[in-house]
Nanobody, 117 residues
Framework: QVQVAESGGGLVQAGGSLRLSCAAS????????MGWYRQAPGKQRELVAT???????DYADSVKGRFTISRDNTKKTTDLQMNSLKPEDTAVYYC???????????WGPGTLVTVAS
């Protein structure tokens, strides 16, 4: 059994910053890609950023230059530093953990980020 938990969401003014954290625990041998996704009200879940075990990163165009993903392989954690936040960044943010094979370990329950204009 694998558990994933996010933290760090909240309410912030436009232009502000938040840092989200995700921790994986349980029966984990090794982790492949770790990623952050988000789902705004009435919209589909979308990719925000991913990071491989070798720390290669990928970002959605909408967050490039503003968000930074990082990970600690030893601690099995990934963080998402979000700067210059915009109201359109408002969403529930989910952490996703994959096996090295690419199959899913687990999703976290999500953490709400609200950016006020």
């Amino acid at each position: 059994q694998v558990q994933v938990a996010e933290s760090g969401g909240g309410l912030v003014q436009a232009g502000g910053s938040l840092r989200l954290s995700c921790a994986a625990s349980g029966s984990i041998f090794s982790i492949g890609v770790m990623g952050w996704y988000r789902q705004a009200p009435g919209k589909q879940r979308e990719l925000v950023a991913t990071i491989t075990s070798a720390h290669a990163t990928d970002y959605a165009d909408s967050v490039k230059g503003r968000f930074t993903i990082s990970r600690d392989n030893t601690k099995k954690t990934t963080d998402l530093q979000m700067n210059s936040l915009k109201p359109e960044d408002t969403a529930v943010y989910y952490c996703k953990i994959e096996r090295p094979s690419g199959t899913l370990y687990a999703w976290g329950p999500g953490t709400l980020v609200t950016v006020a204009s």
